[in-house]
């Protein structure tokens, strides 16, 4: 049996805000850090140790994972950053409040948006400074790679991809492993480990700050999952807010 964790980072300042956040880089709110640092406790408290962790991109979920690490006393293993693991993109609703876009939008169609498996929002425009061409942490990819804004389905077909030829080989030799990520990419991945279908993967709520413990068969398939912490094993699949 093979166990992995999976680690949705703490609060960002855009969570707190209530606004879109996909592939803009925000750090995270003094709360977020706490949630950090008890994910970090409950981990050490349960015995876990790691070899290798994977991150998103992106600041929220790697300070998440540092300062995690760090309560462990880990802070010195080798940590993995990769763009498949960052947040859907939220193409041209990055940046707006919730409630404003609803109001401009309509709140169905911003919840269609939102709660869809294969509907993507409104794209940014390829001159929208809110793209990500110029960001020199994705200077390495093809301009077709990088998202102008995605649905969920977009974010599974490039996430597990980079679980198949990357992550799951270091968990079949043996390695410990901790991925920091988003809601998103995390319901991406979770989406094809548990084999959810498209219609109830969108209701899957994955709450900040909370590591979702997954034991796995010699195949990788789960035998079960959980979150740390209290209350105790609760089962990961709690409904959307």
């Known amino acids: 049996m093979y166990k992995i964790v999976l680690m949705r980072h703490g609060e960002s ?18 709360k977020g850090c706490a949630e950090a640092k008890r994910a970090g406790e409950l981990l050490r408290e349960a015995g876990f140790t790691f070899d290798l962790a994977y991150s998103s991109m992106l600041k929220r979920a790697i300070r998440t994972l540092w300062i995690a690490l760090d309560e462990m006393d880990l802070m010195w293993i080798p940590v993995v950053c990769h763009w498949r693991l960052n947040e859907r993109h939220y193409g041209a609703l990055q940046g707006m409040n919730k409630a404003e876009t609803a109001a401009q939008y309509g709140a169905d169609k911003v919840m269609q948006w939102r709660r869809s498996f294969d509907i993507p929002p409104k794209l940014l425009e390829a001159d929208d ?31 597990i991809p980079y679980w198949n030829d990357t992550i799951a080989p270091q968990i079949r030799a043996g390695k410990n492993v901790i ?30 700050g909370r590591p979702i413990i997954y034991e796995l068969d010699a195949n990788l398939k789960p035998i079960r999952h959980y979150y740390l912490g209290e209350p105790a094993a609760t089962p990961a699949t709690a409904q959307a807010r």
């Open 129 to 159: 400074p809110r793209t990500s061409y110029d960001d020199p942490r994705y200077a390495h990819l093809e301009r077709s790679e990088i998202p102008l804004g995605e649905c969920l389905k977009d974010t599974v077909e490039r996430v």
């Open 179 to 208: 991925i920091s990520a988003h809601g998103n990419s995390l319901r991406a991945l979770i989406k094809v480990l548990d084999d959810i279908s498209d219609k109830d993967i969108v209701s899957l709520n994955i709450p900040n």
């Open 13 to 30: 300042t855009w969570n707190l805000d209530n606004r879109f956040t996909g592939w803009a880089d925000v750090d995270l709110t003094e």
